[in-house]
């Protein structure tokens, strides 16, 4: 069966390190996958995306690897503040044309301790 | 802040009610989405379209229906309420050309 997995539930960190989230897949050909940041009794906003023919993606302190053959995604924030404490999603599309809905993972909730 | 609008935030009703959830977008988007989320849990695609008069159903078996006579607008109905809707549901929206999707507030539904 198709299965999207984010490592953990839950992920404490000081503030000023990295926080390294992950995302696993299984069953999927995904064409391209997404991060999303979703804050309690909100809906998810989007942040970076990154294509199946990409190997990494940067947006200011936020960075994406994709890797197929793992079946993989990492999702970094460096210099993380307790700003940045929200749920954080993956989620695939498998289509190239963008036709399909996304699927999204459990999440992981990240928590930046000062 | 995304231009999509769902109504009402919060909503209490009994067991059996028939009700229906707002959503409208002022991007002009084609494509809307239904999910239903549960607190930790992740979100399932229960409705979509793809523009006017098209709607296809998700993964998640749901007793709720849509309908998309225009394109800024996209309610979920459902017809008679039961306690295990209780949950949370986001509508999304995207445009053709691109696959980033635009969440509302949610409406956090709760049936007794």
């Known amino acids: 069966s198709q299965k999207i997995e984010q490592n953990s539930e839950a992920l404490n960190i000081q503030e000023g390190k990295t926080a390294t989230l992950t995302c696993n897949y299984t069953?999927?050909?995904?064409?391209?996958l997404q991060w999303y940041r979703q804050d309690p009794g909100r809906g998810p906003v989007f942040l970076l995306l990154?294509?199946?023919?990409?190997k990494e993606k940067r947006k200011e302190r936020l960075k994406v690897t994709f890797d197929t053959t793992l079946k993989q995604s990492l999702f970094h924030i460096t210099a993380s503040q307790p700003a940045d404490s929200a749920t954080y999603l993956c989620?695939?599309?498998?289509?190239?044309?963008?036709?399909?809905?996304?699927?999204f993972g459990k999440g992981t909730r990240l928590s930046v301790i000062a | 802040e995304a231009d999509i609008y769902q109504t009402p935030r919060y909503l209490v009703i009994g067991t059996g009610k028939k009700i229906t959830l707002e959503c409208s977008q002022t991007?002009?988007?084609?494509?809307m989405y239904w999910y239903q989320q549960d607190p930790g849990m992740e979100l399932h695609l229960i409705h979509y379209?793809?523009?006017?008069?098209?709607?296809e159903k998700g993964d998640l078996s749901s007793e709720s229906t849509v309908s998309r006579i225009r394109t800024e607008h996209f309610p979920l109905t459902l017809e008679s309420a039961r306690p295990s809707h209780t949950s949370q549901y986001l509508c999304?929206?995207?445009?053709?050309?691109?696959?980033?999707?635009?969440f509302g507030q949610g409406t956090r539904l709760t049936v007794v």
């Open positions: 991007m002009g988007h084609d494509k």
């Open positions: 990154i294509r199946e023919n990409e």
């Open positions: 069953n999927y050909s995904p064409a391209y």
């Open positions: 379209s793809y523009g006017v008069n098209s709607t």
């Open positions: 989620a695939l599309a498998t289509s190239r044309g963008g036709n399909t809905p996304l699927v």
């Open positions: 999304a929206s995207a445009s053709p050309i691109s696959t980033e999707a635009f």
